[in-house]
C-alpha cells in the first residue's frame, strides 16, 4: 500500500516538473517580450532591461526553469537579480515556498493574489459540489427505481437538455431572469462569512454555484442511473428485498454503493479542476475568483501570473488524482493496490 | 384463409406460404449496430435534425439569397439610427421579412444571414477538430497499447500531463499567441484564428479517445489472431492497422459521436470568452455581444443559443442511441 502510495507521488512530482516545463515554454516561447508586458505601457527601453533583470528573463530558458523549481521547493527573492536586491533592500519581496511567481504589474507575488481569489472559487465550488451531488444522487435513484418509465424518461431528458445549454447561456438566464427580472434574489455578489454572516455568504452563492450545479448534474444523474440499476439486478439486492428490509434501505444502503466508487471517483475530479477556477461563471456574476483572476491577467497580458494560476490548477488535478486513487482502496474493499 | 386466420396470424408477410428459415449468419456487429439504430425513432429524428444543420451550414449562401439577406454587409451608418438602435426589425420594430431576424445593434449586420454563416463555422470548427483529434487518439493509444515498456509509459504519462492541464485557462491565455505568431504569416493572416481555435480544441481532444483505445488494446494484444499475426511474420503497422484497428470500430465511433457536441459546446464557450473566430460570424460570438442588449432585445440572443441548444442535444441523443447500438448489453 505504501509503496504504491510512494510512486504515485513520484509519478505526480514528475507531472508537476513536466507541467512547469510545458507552461514555461508555451508562454516564453511566444513572440511577445514578456518583460515589455511585465514592465506596463510606458517603459523605456533601460527599464526595461531593469525589469528583465529583475525578472530573470534575461537568463536561458532552462536556468529560468530551474529557478522557478527552487520557488516552488523552497521559495525565492523578488528582484531575482542580486545586485538590484543589494541596491534596494527594503523593496525586496520574499515569495515563500511554494512559490507560484511574482507578478510585476501588480507588485504583488502570484501567491497573495491566488490567496484572494482561492477562497472565492473554493465557496462557490462547494456550494456547487453539494448542490450537484445531492440533486444528482437523488434524481438518479428516482430515474433508476422508475426505470423506463415517465418519471425515468423525464429526468434523463431533463438532464440532458439543460446538458445541451451552454454554461454562458445557463449563467446569463440565471442572472438575467431569476435576478434581474424577477428579482427573486438580490443581484449575487460575494459576501465573506465573517462579514454578513453564513446566510448572506450562501444566498449570494445561490444562483453561480446553480450554475455550476446544472453543469454538472447531467453526467451524476446517468452515472448513479446506471450503476443503481445494474446493482439492482444482482443477487444481493434480491437477497435484501427478500429478507423484507424497506425498499428505502435497500436502495440506499445496498444498491447505492455500487455507485459510489465511481462518483467518488467523479466528484473528486471534477471538484478538483472546478477549483483551478470556474472561468465563465465567475465573469457572468462577476466574482473575482481564479477564474476572473486568469481573465484579468489574460487581458493585461500578465504572463507571470497566468503560469501560476496554470501551474496551480494543474497540481490540485494531480494530487486530487492521487487522493481519488487511494481513497479507492479504502471504499471498495475489492480493490487491492499492488 | 378465413378471416379467423387472418386476424390470428396477421397479413403480410407472416402468411407466406413458404416460410424461410430466418438468415443468422453473415451479419458484421457494424451491420447489427447499424440495423439497430435504424430502427430507433429518436436516434432517427436526431440524425434528421443534424443532417439539417449540416446542409443550412453548406448551403448557406444560397439561403441568405432565398431569404434576401446579406452577410456581414451591414452599415453602421445607414442600418442604425443615432442610438446604435437597428432602423427595421426588432426590439424597436415589428417583425419585417427584410429582416426576419433583425439587425444587429451598432454594426446594422443581418442576424439571419449571421445565424446561416454561424452553422456554418460551428459545424467546420467542431468536425475538424474532433477528426483531427480522433486521428491522433487512435494512433497513441495504438502505439501505448501495443509497445509494452518505455513506449506505453511515455505515452501514458503525456495523456495524464494533458489531463491535467485547465482546457480553459491554457486555451484563453495560449491563443492569442499562437494568433499573434501566425499573423505574421500572410497567408494564414485571415484563417489564424480559426487555425488556432482548432488547434487548441484538437491539443485538448485527443486524451480520453487515446485512453480507451490503449486500454482495448491492451487486452486485444494477447488473442490468437494477433499472436497468429506476430508468429506469421505480419509486420507490426500491418498488425496494428490491419488485424487491431477493425476490431476497435466501435469504441472509435462511440467516442467520435460523444465528443463532437462536446466540440461544438465547447467552441461556443471559448467563443464567448473572445477566443475564437474573429472575422466570421461565429454564434459564440454573436451571444456575447447579444448579451448586453439581452434586456431589450431577446431574440438576438436566442437564436444563436437556440441554434447551440438543438444541436447539441441532437448530437448528444445520437451518441448515445449509437453507443447503444454498439452495446450488445443494453436494449432499447
Same mark, same amino acid.
Given at each position: ?112 493574489? #491566488? ?32 426505470? !423506463? ?64 450545479? %446544472? ?90 501570473? %497566468? ?32 | ?49 443534424? %443532417? ?101 509509459? #511515455? ?120 477566443? !475564437? ?56
Amino acid at each position: 500500500m505504501w509503496a504504491y502510495v510512494v510512486r504515485r507521488c513520484l509519478v505526480g512530482v514528475a507531472l508537476i516538473m513536466a507541467l512547469t516545463l510545458i507552461t514555461f515554454a508555451l508562454f516564453f516561447a511566444s513572440p511577445v517580450d514578456p518583460a515589455r508586458f511585465a514592465c506596463g505601457k510606458n517603459c523605456s527601453a533601460e527599464q526595461r532591461d531593469v525589469t528583465r533583470a529583475a525578472l530573470g528573463y534575461d537568463k536561458p530558458f532552462v536556468v529560468q526553469w530551474a529557478g522557478y523549481l527552487k520557488g516552488l521547493a523552497v521559495g525565492r527573492d523578488f528582484p531575482l537579480d542580486a545586485e538590484q536586491r543589494a541596491a534596494a533592500p527594503d523593496q525586496v519581496t520574499h515569495c515563500a515556498a511554494p512559490c507560484l511567481g511574482y507578478s510585476h504589474l501588480d507588485s504583488k507575488t502570484v501567491n497573495e493574489m #491566488v490567496a484572494d481569489a482561492l477562497p472565492i472559487t473554493a465557496s462557490l465550488a462547494i456550494v456547487a459540489l453539494v448542490m450537484w451531488l445531492i440533486g444528482g444522487v437523488l434524481f438518479g435513484i428516482l430515474a433508476a427505481i422508475h426505470q !423506463g418509465s415517465l418519471i425515468d424518461r423525464g429526468v434523463v431528458g431533463g438532464t440532458l437538455v439543460i446538458y445541451a445549454f451552454p454554461s454562458f447561456a445557463i449563467a446569463v438566464f440565471l442572472l438575467q431572469y431569476v435576478a434581474v427580472k424577477w428579482g427573486i434574489v438580490p443581484l449575487p455578489r460575494y459576501t465573506e462569512i465573517a462579514d454578513g454572516g453564513l446566510w448572506a455568504w450562501f444566498s449570494n452563492l445561490l444562483l453561480p454555484a446553480l450554475t455550476l450545479a %446544472l453543469l454538472y448534474l447531467a453526467g451524476y444523474v446517468r452515472m448513479t442511473r446506471a450503476f443503481v440499476l445494474e446493482s439492482l439486478s444482482e443477487d444481493y439486492i434480491r437477497t435484501a428485498k427478500a429478507k423484507g428490509l424497506k425498499s428505502r434501505t435497500v436502495v440506499f444502503k445496498h444498491a447505492l454503493r455500487a455507485a459510489l466508487t465511481p462518483l467518488v471517483t467523479m466528484t473528486g475530479l471534477d471538484f478538483a479542476s472546478l477549483l483551478g477556477g470556474a472561468i465563465i461563471t465567475e465573469r457572468v456574476f462577476t466574482y473575482h475568483g481564479l477564474g476572473m483572476l486568469t481573465v484579468d491577467a489574460n487581458n493585461s497580458s500578465d504572463l507571470a501570473v %497566468l503560469v501560476g494560476i496554470v501551474l496551480l490548477a494543474g497540481m490540485i488535478v494531480i494530487i486530487a488524482n492521487i487522493v481519488v486513487d487511494v481513497l479507492y482502496a479504502y471504499i471498495d474493499p475489492r480493490v487491492k493496490v499492488a | 384463409m378465413t378471416v379467423s386466420e387472418v386476424l390470428i396470424q396477421g397479413s403480410g408477410p407472416e402468411v407466406d406460404p413458404e416460410p424461410r428459415i430466418k438468415k443468422i449468419a453473415g451479419r458484421s456487429p457494424m451491420r447489427i449496430a447499424m440495423d439497430r439504430l435504424l430502427s430507433d425513432k429518436i436516434a432517427m429524428l436526431c440524425a434528421v435534425i443534424v %443532417l439539417l444543420y449540416i446542409l443550412i451550414a453548406i448551403f448557406a449562401p444560397q439561403l441568405c439569397r432565398l431569404f434576401g439577406v446579406e452577410v456581414r454587409a451591414g452599415d453602421p451608418v445607414t442600418d442604425t439610427d443615432s442610438f446604435n438602435y437597428p432602423i427595421i426589425g426588432p426590439p424597436n420594430y415589428g417583425f419585417t421579412w427584410e429582416a426576419p431576424l433583425g439587425l444587429e445593434p451598432n454594426s446594422g449586420n443581418d442576424l439571419l444571414a449571421e445565424w446561416f454563416y454561424g452553422a456554418r463555422t460551428s459545424l467546420m470548427v467542431a468536425a475538424i477538430a474532433t477528426i483531427v483529434s480522433t486521428v491522433v487518439g487512435v494512433v497513441l493509444g495504438l502505439i501505448a497499447g501495443y509497445s509494452r515498456g518505455w513506449g506505453d509509459r #511515455v505515452v501514458t504519462f503525456v495523456i495524464d500531463l494533458f489531463l491535467t492541464l485547465p482546457f480553459l485557462l491554457v486555451a484563453i491565455a495560449v491563443s492569442p499567441m499562437l494568433v499573434e505568431r501566425w499573423k505574421e504569416n500572410p497567408a494564414m493572416l485571415d484563417n489564424a484564428s480559426l487555425i488556432a481555435l482548432i488547434v487548441i480544441l484538437t491539443v485538448f481532444g485527443w486524451m480520453g479517445l487515446a485512453r480507451l483505445i490503449r486500454g482495448e488494446v491492451v487486452s486485444l494484444r494477447e488473442r490468437e489472431f494477433i499472436e497468429a499475426a506476430h508468429v506469421l511474420g505480419t509486420p507490426t503497422h500491418r498488425i496494428l492497422f490491419k488485424e487491431l484497428l477493425p476490431n476497435l470500430v466501435a469504441p472509435i465511433v462511440v467516442s467520435f459521436s460523444l465528443s463532437l457536441p462536446a466540440t461544438i459546446a465547447a467552441e461556443a464557450t471559448l467563443a464567448y470568452l473572445g477566443v !475564437g473566430v474573429t472575422g466570421q460570424p461565429s454564434w459564440g460570438q454573436t451571444i456575447l455581444r447579444a448579451q448586453n442588449w439581452f434586456a431589450e432585445y431577446p431574440l438576438f440572443l436566442y437564436a444563436p443559443i437556440v441554434g447551440i441548444v438543438v444541436l447539441v442535444f441532437a448530437l448528444n441523443l445520437l451518441g448515445d442511441a449509437i453507443r447503444d447500438a454498439f452495446d450488445p448489453k443494453s436494449f432499447r
